[in-house]
C-alpha cells in the first residue's frame, strides 16, 4: 500500500501561496494522487488530481515530478477561509477490483490576518 | 443536487448496545464507502461496495461491525456490542464510475460522531 508523508502542520498569512509537499516513495504505475480538504466536523472535499506533470483547475494547482514519488499542492493567495487540514492520497487498488483510498495525517494549514 | 448524507449526526450509546449509522449516498453513484477516525487517529477505510456488493472489507476491524447496502442504494453499518474503543467519526463517501484505474473524486458526508460510554 502507497503511503503518504506530510508536514503536521503549516502556518501563512493571508494574500501568500502556500505550497503543501507530499512523500509518497511507493506509489504504483496506477496510482493517482488526490488532494482533500477538511474542515472541522466535515467531511473531506476533494480539491484536485492528476497522474503526473502539472494540473490546474480554479482552487489550486498540482505539481508531480517525473519520479511521482512526491507531489506539491499549491495554494494560490490563501483567505482566512483556507484554514483547514489538507490531505494528500495515492489510488490504491484493493483486491478483487476495489478501490481503497489512504488517508495519512494531512496537513493542518493556519492562515492568519 | 443532494449529496452524501448521514444519519445521526451523533450518537451516544452505553458500552454493549447497539448502534446502526446509516448513509444516503449521491444517486446514481455506484460506489460507497466507509471510513472512521478514532480519537486522535487518521481516517481510516473501512469498506467499499459497489452497488449492493462488498467489494473490499478488509478495513472491518472486527465482526462486532456489519455493513449492509441491500439495494444498492442506501447503506447502514452496524456496531453490535458497541464497545469503548468504537467512539469517533464515522464517515461515508460515494463515487460514480467504478471503470476507473483511480479512486477519483470521492463525495463525503459529514459525518456520524459516535460515542460511547
Known amino acids: 500500500l502507497a503511503k503518504t508523508t506530510q508536514p503536521i502542520s503549516m502556518d501563512s498569512y493571508e494574500g501568500q501561496e502556500v505550497n503543501i509537499t507530499c512523500s509518497h516513495n511507493?506509489?504504483?504505475?496506477?496510482?493517482?494522487i488526490t488532494w482533500y480538504q477538511q474542515f472541522p466536523s466535515q467531511g473531506p472535499r476533494f480539491i484536485i488530481q492528476?497522474?503526473?506533470t502539472k494540473v490546474t483547475n480554479e482552487v489550486a494547482s498540482l505539481f508531480i515530478p517525473a519520479d511521482r514519488k512526491s507531489s506539491t499542492l499549491s495554494l494560490p493567495r490563501v483567505s482566512l477561509s483556507d484554514t483547514a487540514v489538507y490531505y494528500c492520497l495515492v489510488g490504491d487498488q484493493g483486491g478483487g477490483g476495489g478501490f481503497k483510498t489512504i488517508f495519512g495525517a494531512g496537513t493542518r494549514l493556519f492562515v492568519k490576518a | 443536487e443532494a449529496g452524501v448524507t448521514q444519519f445521526p449526526s451523533h450518537s451516544v450509546i452505553e458500552k454493549g448496545q447497539t448502534v446502526t449509522l446509516r448513509c444516503d449516498p449521491i444517486s446514481g453513484h455506484d460506489n460507497l464507502y466507509w471510513y472512521r477516525r478514532v480519537m486522535g487517529k487518521e481516517i481510516k477505510f473501512l469498506l467499499h461496495?459497489?452497488?449492493?456488493?462488498?467489494?473490499?472489507e478488509s478495513g472491518m476491524p472486527n465482526n462486532r461491525f456489519l455493513a449492509e447496502r441491500t439495494g444498492g442504494t442506501y447503506s447502514t453499518l452496524k456496531v453490535q456490542p458497541a464497545e469503548l474503543e468504537d467512539s469517533g467519526v464515522y464517515f461515508c463517501a460515494s463515487s460514480q464510475d467504478i471503470s476507473r484505474l483511480y479512486p477519483g473524486e470521492l463525495f463525503f458526508g459529514e459525518g456520524s460522531r459516535l460515542t460511547v460510554l
Open positions: 492528476g497522474y503526473k
Open positions: 461496495f459497489v452497488k449492493e456488493s462488498k467489494q473490499d
Open positions: 511507493n506509489i504504483a504505475t496506477n496510482d493517482y
